[in-house]
């Protein structure tokens, strides 16, 4: 069974910058795709970012320039950089992985099967 943690979320202010990451166990991490996804109150769960296990990464318009994932293979962990951030980008965020969820931007949430709990961002203006 796939287990995934993540870890780094928090509060900052408008323009400031945050970490995340996620750790998986109980997988074959380097044949698996690791994406990031966020959902904000209220609203559907959305894909942010996405790095195949070719390590191809793929960010969807809203966060591209300012956000930047990538992969520790040595230590089976995935890593959301965010930058520049604003009010828009609150939510909780998700790490989540498949072995073959598609290349389509943005990420379809339903095509991957394995999630981590969650950690939240908050951003103030």
């Known amino acids: 069974q796939v287990q995934l943690v993540e870890s780094g979320g928090g509060s900052v202010q408008a323009g400031g910058s945050l970490r995340l990451s996620c750790t998986a166990s109980?997988?074959?991490?380097?044949?698996?795709?690791m994406g990031w996804f966020r959902q904000a109150s209220g609203k559907e769960r959305e894909g942010v970012a996405t790095?195949?296990?070719?390590?191809?990464?793929n960010y969807t318009d809203y966060v591209k320039g300012r956000f930047s994932i990538s992969k520790d293979s040595d230590h089976d962990s995935v890593s959301l950089q965010m930058n520049s951030l604003n009010s828009d980008d609150t939510a909780i965020y998700y790490c989540?992985?498949?072995?073959?969820?598609?290349?389509?931007?943005?990420?379809?949430?339903?095509?991957?099967?394995?999630w981590g709990q969650g950690t939240q961002v908050t951003v103030s203006s």
């Open positions: 109980g997988s074959t991490f380097s044949s698996m795709a």
């Open positions: 790095i195949c296990s070719d390590g191809i990464t």
């Open positions: 989540a992985a498949d072995y073959h969820p598609g290349r389509a931007q943005p990420a379809d949430p339903n095509l991957y099967h394995y």
